[in-house]
């Protein structure tokens, strides 16, 4: 809700992401074992959530980077368009910048529990460690769009 003043009418969309992105996890929705496809698809097929709401729980926090891991490449990106950066960015900022305890954290502290979490051999470190620009520079992007609403009042 705190990027709202950013994202004009894609608020209310992005603030359901950000709910629902992990929903993947949630054993009674595991099938590939690939939380973002997972829950996607769950998004989609079962409860019939907006195109888009699905689209950015596929591809949130550079997900690409976690199938080709995963061998999940062609099924993630066949299934599911990236959505438009600004409001993928958003979610990024969102789950980067959140604990597992829902506490707010710096980016570099998310990244450093995620890696402590799994380890440095586990594909999903890897995956971040691969993805770590990316998500800086949507952090950063976030920040910077806020600086400049905050600037313009």
């Known amino acids: 809700m705190s990027l709202a003043p950013i994202l004009g009418d894609d608020a209310d969309t992005l603030t359901a992401a950000a709910y629902l992105h992990d929903i993947g996890y949630s054993p009674e929705l595991v099938d590939t074992g690939f939380h973002p496809l997972d829950g996607a ?4 097929d079962v409860a019939g959530a907006d195109e888009r709401l699905c689209r950015l729980v596929a591809h949130h926090s550079c997900a690409v980077n976690e199938a080709t891991e995963r ?3 062609d099924a993630l990106t066949k299934e599911f368009a990236p959505e438009q950066q600004e409001l993928a960015d958003a ?17 570099h502290e998310r990244l450093a529990e ?13 995956s971040i460690a691969a993805s770590t620009p990316q998500i800086l520079a949507a952090v950063q ?13």
Do not use: W
């Open 91 to 107: 979610l990024t900022y969102c789950d980067m910048t959140t604990g597992p305890d829902g506490r707010h954290l710096d980016v």
């Open 71 to 73: 061998d999940l490449y």
């Open 114 to 126: 995620i890696h402590s979490r799994y380890g440095p051999e586990h594909l999903v470190s890897r």
């Open 41 to 44: 698809r769950y998004l989609r």
């Open 141 to 153: 992007a976030v920040q910077d769009a806020l600086i400049r609403m905050e600037g313009a009042r």
